[in-house]
C-alpha cells in the first residue's frame, strides 16, 4: 500500500488540526473505519468493541480531491443505515436499528445543537439518520462539514456525528434513549461523493470519561480507511498437456495476500472455462498446476483486509494521536489472456 496511499498525505496536512490531539490515557483501541466504493456511493462502516469506553463523536474526513454533491432536497433518501447499540437499560442487550440516512430540511436541527458538535462551523449539508427499534424513533444529525472552513464542492469535506452519553444516571438531560451505546453503524451514502481511485478516508474517535457524560478528548484515536485498485497478473509455462501457472495479485503496487484466484483455461482464447482456484500467500503470490489448455486468465477476489503501512503515512500528520485498525477496500480484478510457453 505504501507507494500508492503515499499520495493521500498530500494535502492532509491543512486537516492535521482536526485530528492531531493528546494520546490516549486509557485504553480506547478497537475503534474501526471500514469503506466501500459502490457504483452509485460509499458505504461508511464505523465499529468498535462493545466493552470499550462509550463514544462521543466520530469525524470521518473524505480523501482529498472528492468532488461533493450537497443540492439533494429536504427529506432525501441518501441510502439505508443499520446500526447496533448496546442497551444499558435493558440488561446492556444488544439492539438493532434500522433506518434511513435522510437530508434534513432546513432548521430541522437546533442551531445550538449543530454548532456544538461541528464546533460552530456551518455544514455544507445537514443530514439525519432515523432509526427504529422495539418501537422507538430515534434521530442521529449527522454533518458534513468542510475542513478548511471554506463552503465549496471542490475541498476536502468531514462526516461528523455526535452521540449522546449512554451510562450518565437515568434522568440526565441530554441521556441516550434507553441508554444506548452506539458500537455499530453502517450508513450507505448515494450521490453524494465522486469516486475515488486512490485514496484515505480518515476517521477521529473521541470517547466520553465513563460514566461522566463529560468529552475525554485526551483518549481520542484515530482509524484510517484507505482505498487502492487491486490487479492481478499470470504466467503459463508448458507441463505435458497442461500447464504450471504462477502469478501475483498486488493493492496500490503492493503485494496483497489471502485473495482467491479463480483461473479459467482452454484450448481457445474466447471459450475459457473454470479449471481451479488458488490463494496468494503473504507475499501476494500463487501458483497452480491446470491439467490441461492452451490458453488461461485469472481473476481475483479480495475482501477489505488491513493496512498497516495507511499509519505509517498519516502519523506524521496527527502527531502523538495513536493510528489504530488501518483497514484497505476490497476489490475484484482480472488477468489478460496468456498462452503457455
Given at each position: 500500500m505504501r507507494r500508492r496511499i503515499s499520495t493521500v498525505a498530500v494535502g492532509l496536512a491543512a486537516v492535521a488540526a482536526l485530528i492531531a490531539i493528546p494520546a490516549a490515557l486509557a485504553a480506547y483501541t478497537s475503534p474501526k473505519l471500514e469503506v466501500t466504493q459502490t457504483a452509485t456511493g460509499v458505504v461508511v462502516k464505523a465499529s468498535l468493541n462493545p466493552?470499550?469506553?462509550?463514544?462521543?463523536q466520530v469525524a470521518i474526513i473524505v480523501p482529498t480531491g472528492t468532488q461533493l454533491t450537497t443540492s439533494q432536497a429536504p427529506g432525501a433518501v441518501l441510502g439505508p443505515v443499520r446500526a447496533i447499540v448496546k442497551a444499558l437499560d435493558l440488561a446492556g442487550a444488544d439492539l438493532p436499528l434500522e433506518g434511513q440516512l435522510v437530508v434534513a430540511a432546513p432548521g430541522q436541527i437546533p442551531a445550538a445543537t449543530v454548532a456544538q458538535c461541528t464546533g460552530g462551523a456551518t455544514p455544507l449539508a445537514t443530514w439525519v439518520m432515523v432509526l427504529t427499534a422495539a418501537g422507538q424513533t430515534l434521530q442521529v444529525p449527522t454533518y458534513l462539514v468542510a475542513t478548511t472552513g471554506t463552503q465549496t464542492a471542490a475541498g476536502p469535506a468531514r462526516i461528523v456525528i455526535c452521540l449522546p452519553p449512554p451510562d450518565v444516571p437515568v434522568g440526565t438531560p441530554g441521556r441516550a434513549t434507553f441508554g444506548a451505546k452506539v458500537y455499530s453503524a453502517e450508513l450507505t451514502i448515494n450521490g453524494v461523493f465522486s469516486r475515488t481511485t486512490s485514496g484515505a478516508w480518515i476517521s477521529s474517535w473521541v470517547p466520553f470519561t465513563p460514566g461522566a457524560g463529560s468529552v475525554n478528548v485526551a483518549g481520542a484515536v484515530v482509524s484510517p480507511a484507505g482505498i487502492a485498485p487491486g490487479a492481478v497478473t499470470l504466467a503459463a509455462k508448458r507441463a505435458g498437456k497442461g500447464a504450471a501457472l504462477a502469478g501475483a495479485v498486488t493493492q496500490g503496487g503492493q503485494p496483497r495476500g489471502g485473495a482467491t484466484?479463480?483461473?479459467?483455461?482452454?484450448?481457445?482464447?474466447?471459450?475459457l472455462k473454470r479449471v481451479g482456484r488458488a490463494r496468494t500467500t503473504a507475499n501476494g503470490r500463487f501458483v497452480f498446476r491446470a491439467k490441461s489448455g492452451t490458453f488461461f486468465r485469472a481473476s481475483v477476489v479480495a475482501a477489505g483486509g488491513t493496512a498497516a503501512s495507511l499509519c505509517t503515512q498519516i502519523q506524521p500528520l496527527i502527531g502523538a494521536t495513536p493510528c489504530v485498525n488501518p483497514t484497505v477496500n476490497g476489490f475484484t480484478a482480472q488477468s489478460r489472456v496468456v498462452r503457455k510457453r
Open positions: 466493552n470499550d469506553d462509550p463514544t462521543a484466484v479463480t483461473v479459467f483455461g482452454g484450448a481457445k482464447a474466447r471459450s
